[in-house]
């Protein structure tokens, strides 16, 4: 069956610190990726997706994400976080056979000021 | 543009009683999907309306759960009768368009019911 693992269940940082929080699928076949964030209080909200191309991808708010497609992992990143990015992040994998997204079970951070 | 949006926002109730949760999508968009998630636990597909038809309900937990969406537009996931475990956060989604990888199949969230079962 297909997983998500994230590994990071909580994480404070001060703010300027580096973020990377990982998710790892497991799944055999071509795959969709995203990075979803809820802040406190709002709705899940799409921070950014891969599907082909530059494993690379930027999203939204200065995050990205880099597909490893040998270590099935979709690590996000953001070099320096700010207050306003206390939220939880899930990563979702969707095999491209389907529509069903497979949620990780989202990692939150703390910034402090 | 209006977003998703669900009601209500939370529900209380004990267990045995009838819950019924209502998704209002975005305009237009034919594609609408059910998540659950369990406190601690992942965000769980439930199911998946293209329209008014059920194109997938792999997810729904058991029978108790009944998920319609009559004329295509809102839909609403009825929970009868609840049990201590149906407990969760349940979101809804909606998209223009389902897989692929264009910019018209992203999947909008609503803000989700949190359903309580005592």
């Known amino acids: 069956a297909q997983s998500v693992s994230q590994h990071n269940h909580h994480v404070i940082l001060s703010e300027a610190a580096s973020l990377e929080l990982g998710c790892n699928y497991s799944y055999g076949g071509t795959v969709n990726l995203f990075w979803y964030v809820q802040y406190p209080g709002q709705h899940l909200q799409l921070l950014l997706k891969y599907f082909s191309g530059d494993p690379l991808v930027k999203g939204i708010k200065g995050f990205e994400a880099e597909f490893i497609k040998s270590k099935f992992s979709f690590n996000l990143r953001k070099p320096s976080v700010q207050w306003s990015d206390t939220a939880e992040y899930f990563c979702?994998?969707?095999?491209?056979?389907?529509?069903?997204?497979?949620f990780g079970t989202g990692t939150s951070l703390t910034v402090i000021p | 543009e209006a977003g998703v949006t669900q009601f209500p926002s939370h529900s209380v109730i004990e267990k045995g009683q009838t819950v019924t949760l209502r998704c209002d999508p975005i305009s237009g968009h034919d594609n609408l999907y059910w998540y659950r998630r369990v406190m601690g636990k992942e965000i769980k597909f439930l199911l998946h309306f293209v329209k008014e038809s059920k194109q997938d309900e792999s997810g729904m937990p058991n029978n108790r759960f009944l998920a319609e969406r009559t004329g295509g537009t809102y839909s609403t996931l009825k929970v009868q009768p609840a049990e201590l475990e149906d407990s969760g956060v349940y979101f809804c989604?909606?998209?223009?368009?389902?897989?692929?990888?264009?910019?018209?199949?992203?999947?909008?969230f609503g803000p989700g019911t949190r359903l309580t079962v005592l």
């Open positions: 989604a909606s998209s223009l368009f389902a897989g692929g990888s264009g910019p018209y199949n992203e999947q909008f």
């Open positions: 979702a994998v969707r095999p491209n056979t389907g529509n069903q997204f497979y």
